[in-house]
């Protein structure tokens, strides 16, 4: 299984989505079992658009979720989420920006889990 984390954007998103908490606990559940689900989007850095079925209304017509995997190494990010019907894509500007954000994504989660490690094994020797 891999991990996953909820960003608060993601949260904030979900709810103002109307997800309930076993739709987003069903979303958690797969992407710890398929964290390269979705397809990639172009221009993003990236950035992969997961389909999840909505309330009775399918994949089709249901949410379209904003992941973020690269590596065994580094956790699946949940980045945004928005209901078919509100959005079919992200703007240029948005695909832009978050480029921009996950060029520093990955690097600064390696570098936390490094330091973290470093003071575990100085903790140990004393």
Known sequence: ??????TPMYLRAA???????AEMKA???HLSMAPDDGALM????GARKLRAA???KGKSG???????????????????????GDKTNLTKA??????????????????????KAQELRRNDHD
């Open 1 to 6: 299984m891999h991990s996953v984390i909820e």
């Open 15 to 21: 709810k103002a989505a109307g997800m309930n908490d």
């Open 27 to 29: 979303v958690v559940d």
């Open 42 to 45: 172009e221009g993003t850095g």
């Open 54 to 56: 909505g309330r009775g």
């Open 62 to 84: 249901g949410y379209r979720i904003v992941t973020y995997y690269c590596g065994k190494d580094v956790p699946v990010f949940l980045l945004d989420i928005y209901s078919k």
């Open 94 to 115: 948005e695909r832009s920006t978050l480029r921009e954000i996950l060029a520093e994504v990955a690097n600064a989660w390696r570098e936390s889990a490094r330091r």
